[in-house]
């Protein structure tokens, strides 16, 4: 079966670092995306990654590891508004997109 | 632009009656795509169409139907609710399926069955 997993919660002070894990077993590989949920709202699209790497954008950054199955979001200067659900998603081989169920970041001041 | 939008937001059913979401973009996206959320699980796909006129089925297509009958609109159709449809719905588009096109994401639609 296809599986996706990320931690269920995390917390981080403001002005810091989180480094939030995604590992994922899926039929096919056609990208890893990274999304940005705030309680309530809808999905936003934060960052994608199909090769092996890292690519950064401003405080976040994704990287790869598709010999692992495994991803990162590194998000740097932690703000308060960063609390949020990220949600990791890979796209598989009939490019559709299998979900992992989020990682809620609680930022504390 | 408006990106995508749902109609209606929040919405409180008995057991056994109908309803239908609307999903509308207005990027000319191709690809659409109905999802629901439920607490401690990923997004699931329900239905997605690649086109106008086409509809297929994703990883819980029962009890749900949709229809595609203008490049814009999505609807999602419920002929008979139960309690286990209780959750959000989301209603996303890209510009085609493949990658890298991101999917956007309209605001949810949150369907409580009674």
């Given at each position: 079966g296809q599986n996706i997993d990320q931690p269920t919660e995390m917390t981080a002070t403001e002005g810091a670092i989180v480094q939030i894990n995604c590992t994922y077993q899926t039929s096919g590989f056609n990208g890893l995306f990274w999304y940005q949920q705030h309680a309530g709202e809808a999905p936003t699209f934060l960052s994608y990654n199909v090769l092996d790497g890292l690519e950064e954008k401003g405080r976040f950054s994704s990287f790869l590891s598709r010999s692992k199955g495994y991803s990162y979001l590194l998000l740097k200067e932690l703000q308060m508004?960063?609390?949020?659900?990220?949600?990791?998603?890979?796209?598989?081989?009939?490019?559709?997109l299998i979900w992992g169920a989020g990682t809620k970041l609680i930022i504390k001041p | 632009n408006a990106g995508v939008t749902q109609t209606p937001k929040f919405r409180v059913l008995k057991t056994g009656q109908s309803m239908t979401l609307l999903c509308a973009q207005d990027m000319n996206h191709e690809y659409m795509y109905w999802y629901r959320q439920d607490p401690g699980m990923g997004l699931r796909l329900i239905h997605y169409s690649v086109g106008e006129g086409t509809t297929a089925k994703g990883e819980v297509p029962d009890g749900y139907n949709v229809s595609r009958l203008k490049k814009q609109n999505f609807l999602l159709g419920l002929e008979s609710a139960a309690p286990s449809q209780t959750s959000v719905y989301f209603c996303a588009s890209s510009p085609d399926g493949t990658s890298p096109n991101e999917q956007f994401f309209g605001p949810g639609t949150r369907l409580t069955v009674l």
């Open positions: 508004k960063d609390s949020a659900s990220y949600l990791c998603a890979v796209m598989d081989s009939n490019y559709q | -």
